[in-house]
């Protein structure tokens, strides 16, 4: 079979891979040959449990879709590691953790210039996995930091924006688990804004009826602000902006307002009257930058709707999203045309080209993703003479599952550090979805851990990818060159370093796959590594350490310990989960660097999370260890 007989057997593929699992719109059409060069320097390297499949970025593709077969001549199949939404990856390399170890597989990858469009696969390589044996010692990773180096700012994508669902939750007098719903969730986002940085939060129906903006009175449109207003004063009160939505339809203006989606029952219907929706728009973005100011609301973000390309969000068809986005669009530049209005919000990377195209004012790219590092849109933006364009994950996570257990462990923390750090640099926003477990799409938590969404649980505890978030944020502002070697190395380990102005050298280290069938860990993906740190102009440093993983930082675990047997906790567990609710440290040390070097020895396991810091001490704070 001709290499191109195969690229057309991967794209039929593809095709049946996004019409599955209830995204047949998402695909928005046949997946086309794509005007890209094949990759090159394609290599499998087996380790174990682990095949680190790497090549060379190929010019214009925004991502690539690897896949295998166990012959040469395939059959090829896109490996699936169970994230969901688009199996693709931005960049090289690859961890195949999902094959049979001692198995040869054969490997290919094809670029995408869009989800729809899909380049040539390469020539195929052999690759596998090898099995660990019973007692083996641990194979070896090392990581390589120059505390004297600089690559620049350390970027933080997380720090642009987080998801919250909608915020008339902020408003909310119930109880959820005992839980007040409003006051817990304005105490979630101050700690988003304080300990991780989050500048803004993004979030739904804020044109929807539970805000009550829009009625009609005999006929008349009438409007009515206070409880936006009620909510929008909290989320600056607590230093941080909103990224303004604009959706769902206000059930008096919707053409079919039976067309509803989640259990408070927002309306996703096109308007009845498309003059009326733009005279929403228009006083909703004007009282606004009355209240608040021109200078404030021309930072904002509005963004048109959400992920109207699934027909579960929007009931119109594709012509009427784009008639109400260039609607939308119009009103919101005659209040200013400084006010930044983009989109398209759509799920799985959908409607890019299209966005790109309309014949109306976009100031930002904004999309959404699950499972999967993020997509690099920037060839997307150039080649439409955009190059420029500020790009918005306005949601992403490592599931698009409602209560998937997969959201509250150590797994979906790595995943965070794994997308923030492809992300950094290449992306404005990665918004992780979503703050709080205080969350209604499909009714209130049913229990503590429920597989929820939030970066914390009802009750404000930390899950693991909150740690995660929380320790790449302590890391400096000077990113620092790291390099990694070893069986795994930059494919399964990552590392990420940075340095403060006090010269404290901070290095971040995970492992972690893609893979969903390892949530709960896999013993022949652990991982001893070995963290050298070169150019330490100091001779005697404080070493801090901070571990998340199964045993440390986790909420889950600390869960357990107390019975964990109920649905929510009584008032002592309660207690008892807020006094463990902190990063696992380490007793802190002394160390002294050899001829400006430091290595510190760890044993990593997957998925797990280690962080550690060096400090330069002044003065002899006792004995060095």
């Known amino acids: 079979m001709s290499v191109g007989d195969l690229a057309e057997q991967a794209r039929q593929r593809w095709v049946e891979l996004m019409g599955t699992g209830g995204a047949q719109d998402r695909a928005s059409g046949e997946v086309v040959a794509a005007d890209l060069s094949p990759v090159t320097g394609l290599t499998a390297v087996a380790g174990r449990g682990q095949t680190t499949v790497d090549w060379d970025p190929v010019p214009g593709a925004i991502g690539y879709a690897v896949h295998r077969a166990t012959v040469a001549t395939g059959p090829y199949e896109v490996v699936d590691h169970g994230g969901g939404d688009v199996l693709a990856v931005p960049h090289p390399p690859y961890a195949d953790t999902t094959g049979e170890p001692g198995r040869e597989y054969w490997y290919s990858v094809a670029p995408l210039a869009t989800v729809n469009a899909m380049g040539p696969l390469c020539p195929p390589v052999p690759g596998g996995s090898v099995a660990g044996e019973p007692g083996a010692a641990l194979p070896a990773v090392r990581v390589t ?68 903006i829009y009625r009609e009175v005999d006929g008349e449109p009438r409007y009515d602000f206070s409880r936006l207003d009620r909510v929008y004063d909290t989320v600056l009160e607590l230093g941080m902006r909103p990224v303004v939505e604009l959706g769902y339809m206000p059930r008096d203006l919707a053409r079919d307002p039976s067309r509803t989606v989640f259990a408070y029952q927002a309306v996703i219907s096109p308007p009845k009257n498309w003059d009326r929706w733009a005279d929403l728009v228009r006083a909703t973005v004007t009282h606004l930058v009355d209240r608040y100011g021109r200078t404030e609301v021309v930072h904002w973000f509005f963004e048109v709707w959400n992920e109207a390309n699934l027909s579960v969000f929007w009931a119109g068809s594709p012509e009427e999203y784009w008639q109400l986005y260039r609607a939308t669009a119009a009103a919101v530049k005659q209040v200013d045309p400084e006010i930044r209005v983009g989109g398209p919000a759509s799920a799985a990377v959908g409607w890019i080209d299209a966005q790109l195209a309309v014949d109306a004012p976009v100031d930002f790219l904004s999309t959404h993703v699950y499972g999967s590092p993020p997509l690099d849109l920037r060839p997307l933006a150039a080649a439409h003479g955009r190059p420029d364009l500020p790009l918005l994950w306005t949601e992403w996570g490592v599931t698009a599952t409602h209560g998937s257990d997969v959201n509250d462990t150590v797994f979906a923390a790595t995943f965070l550090l794994r997308g923030m750090r492809s992300a950094s640099r290449r992306i404005d ?24 969404f939030g970066l914390l649980t009802v009750g404000n505890l930390a899950k693991p990818k909150f740690w995660a978030l929380a320790l790449a944020q302590r ?151």
């Not at 969350?439 to 229990?447: A, D, H, Q």
Request: charged share 25%; with cysteine; glycine share 12%.
């Open 145 to 212: 930091v120059a505390a004297d180096g600089d690559t620049g700012p350390l970027h933080r994508p997380w720090r642009a924006m987080v998801g919250s669902e909608h915020l008339s939750h902020l408003l909310c007098a119930d109880l959820s688990g005992g839980r007040p719903i409003g006051t817990e969730l304005r105490e979630a986002l101050r700690r988003a804004h304080d300990e991780l940085g989050v500048e803004s939060v993004r979030a739904h129906a804020i044109l929807g009826d539970d805000l009550g």
């Open 429 to 452: 926003a990665l918004a992780p979805w979503v703050a709080s477990d205080h969350f209604e799409e499909l009714g209130r938590p049913p229990r503590l851990l429920h597989g929820g």
């Open 475 to 625: 890391l400096g502002d000077t990113e620092l060159p790291v390099t990694g070697v070893g069986d795994g190395a930059r494919s399964l380990v990552e590392a990420w370093a940075a340095r403060t102005a006090d010269g404290t050298v901070g290095v971040l280290c995970w492992n972690g796959t893609l893979d969903h069938s390892r949530v709960d860990g896999a013993p022949e993906l652990d991982r001893r590594v070995a963290v050298r740190v070169t150019g330490l102009p100091g001779q005697r440093y404080e070493l801090r350490q901070w571990r998340v993983d199964a045993g440390h930082s986790n909420v889950a675990a600390r869960w357990r310990e107390l019975g964990g047997g109920a649905d929510w906790p009584d008032e002592a567990q309660w207690r008892a989960l807020a006094e463990a609710d902190r990063l696992a440290e380490a007793e802190p040390r002394y160390v002294e660097p050899v001829g400006g070097e430091l290595t510190v020895e760890l044993e990593l396991p997957m998925p797990g999370i280690h962080h550690l810091e060096l400090r330069p001490l002044a003065d002899d704070p006792g004995e060095s260890g």
